[in-house]
DNA sequence: TGGCGAACCTACGGTTCCGTAGGTTACGGT
DNA sequence: ACCGTAACCTACGGAACCGTAGGTTCGCCA
């Protein structure tokens, strides 16, 4: 007759003790993976608190309930995009809209590729009364700095800066579904989509370069 | 002491008896609403039931299950965006790509904009483990429509045919993200909007034209 | 008018899941 | 050696939901 304390299930960690902040980050990133594979509705506490080898009322001891849970992933993730956003194109030195089409491009591909969850997430729809009525709410976050970016090319241009906001969601909209399909498909490589890409924003379809590439060096 | 049978809840429509295919098309719109707004998950038969002013089991004496009416609602929906698509395209007087992309844009935007839950049901997320890696099942066959169009283009101009999946992902994503941008906004007009994206896509950004026209007559 | 079948209902079983109450183990400082 | 506290557990209440069993009403047609 077992003891009651006889955990040695198979394919079950050995029963780690781990420090407060040890489990919450892991819990945060057993919840990330499980919201980018199944969606809110979809993903249950149980799992969560199964896969890290650990009882559900643990999970509750570091979250709320399941709405704060989601939203700290969520929240976790738009400050990393946002923040390689602000690396990328704060850094730069100011070479001109194209370039920081490029940049941007790359961007948001490097993090589609390092942090493909974290993208899946995003792109996901919201709980349920979640405000963002477009998208999600970042990429909507992403688009606006895109266009303020625009709205000032645009004054220096003549074009009417208004207009700037439909044409960022447009821009952003491409790379963000590319970066989707890319992400099934693989080929061609990271840099040669963004090279693609840009000559499809910059040329336009009349005028597109048969074999275009980044000015950036990488 | 009111009889069992005292069924005149204020509101509720007064209890009507329709024929089968009238209640079946009823609860099929009623799924594409309810899918529409909370999602595949959030959405629960017994409110598709209450809608309709019906029993549960008049739900599933029409369809299989949720999967079922689920799957019912996506097909129909499928079938109508991909006849649009169909009726637009090949009653073209084979006008040039320019004008093929005009009346992609606007058939999309005229759908999003009559259609708009069915467009919502598309591009939010299937229930589980719906095969569609990419975004919804149905965008990514619209883009492989526009595939074939461009890689003849392709052909004729010498450019690596292959690489029209790319260009075909990037520009049907310009279109839709653009789309649902629109729909929270609802301006410039939808007929701008389609001008706007056919100047990007086919000028570049660096030839914008400032003030772009539609070709086609509507 | 009588009866037959389609449309519909109430009621319930079984499952899943969120969130909590109350008790147990092990580590670290003294 | 001892004790406080942080980490963890089992067990359960309560609610939502899917799907079905069995019975009732209504319209049509002979």
Redesign the pocket.
């Given at each position: 007759m077992a003891t009651t304390?006889d955990v040695t299930d198979p394919g079950a960690h050995p029963r780690?003790?781990?420090?407060?902040v040890e489990?919450r980050n892991q819990l945060l990133d057993i919840g990330r993976e499980l919201f980018a594979e199944r969606g809110y509705e979809a993903?249950?506490?149980?799992e969560v608190a199964a896969r890290a080898?650990?009882?559900?009322?643990?999970v509750?001891?570091h979250f709320d309930?399941?709405d704060d849970l989601y939203d700290v992933v969520v929240g976790r993730e738009m400050a990393a995009l946002l923040g390689r956003f602000t690396d990328s194109l704060a850094s730069a030195p100011a070479g001109g809209p194209r370039k920081l089409l490029e940049r941007a491009a790359l961007t948001l591909l490097d993090y589609i590729e390092d942090e493909t969850d974290g993208f899946r997430i995003l792109v996901r729809d919201s709980p349920v009364g979640a405000g963002a009525t477009t998208f999600s709410g970042l990429i909507n976050d992403i688009a606006s700095r895109v266009e303020y970016i625009l709205a000032d090319e645009f004054r220096g241009r003549g074009y009417q800066p208004e207009l700037a906001g439909l044409y960022s969601q447009a821009l952003v909209g491409m790379v963000a579904m590319t970066g989707q399909w890319w992400l099934s498909v693989r080929r061609p490589s990271k840099e040669e989509v963004a090279a693609h890409l840009v000559n499809l924003a910059w040329n336009g379809l009349s005028a597109l370069d048969p074999r275009p590439r980044l000015v950036i060096v990488r």
């Open positions: 304390h780690v003790r781990m420090s407060g489990r993903t249950s506490i149980e080898s650990v009882s559900k009322p643990v509750y001891s309930g399941k």
